[in-house]
Nanobody
Framework: QERVAESGGDSVQAGGSLRLSCVAS????????MGWFRQAPGKEREAVAG????????WIVASVKGRFSISQDNTKNTAYLQMDGLKPEDTALYYC????????????????????WGQGTQVTVSS
């Protein structure tokens, strides 16, 4: 019942922008951690950014800070990843993930903390 679905991936030229969307559904608990992760061929999955849906507190990794930002429309249970100044190195399959935040502490960058994952949306950046 609980699931997330991401969309918005595309093929763009370097310097372009994309906005990815992630819709969470089936949750009754009000506070979620929602995060974005990505995986390029031959590389491990890496964290990108995340948000606490109640407090709107965010985290973002240094490698994309200043180019990417995360936000939400809580009325739509949707998190967004705005990606500007895209580089070929950003090419990856981007995943959205979520889990209920039932305990104190911050939403984390650890993929193991997230128990609901989308199918991924492909972002390809050409030079």
């Amino acid at each position: 019942q609980e699931r997330v679905a991401e969309s918005g991936g595309d093929s763009v030229q370097a310097g372009g922008s994309l906005r990815l969307s992630c819709v969470a559904s089936g949750y009754t608990y009000p506070t979620l951690c929602m995060g974005w992760f990505r995986q390029a061929p031959g590389k491990e999955r890496e964290a990108v950014a995340g948000i606490n849906t109640r407090t709107a507190r965010t985290w973002i990794v240094a490698s994309v800070k200043g180019r990417f930002s995360i936000s939400q429309d809580n009325t739509k249970n949707t998190a967004y990843l705005q990606m500007d100044g895209l580089k070929p190195e950003d090419t990856a399959l981007y995943y959205c993930a979520a889990h209920e935040k039932r305990w104190a502490g911050f939403c984390t960058e650890s993929a193991t903390d997230y128990n609901t994952w989308g199918q991924g949306t492909q972002v390809t950046v050409s030079s």
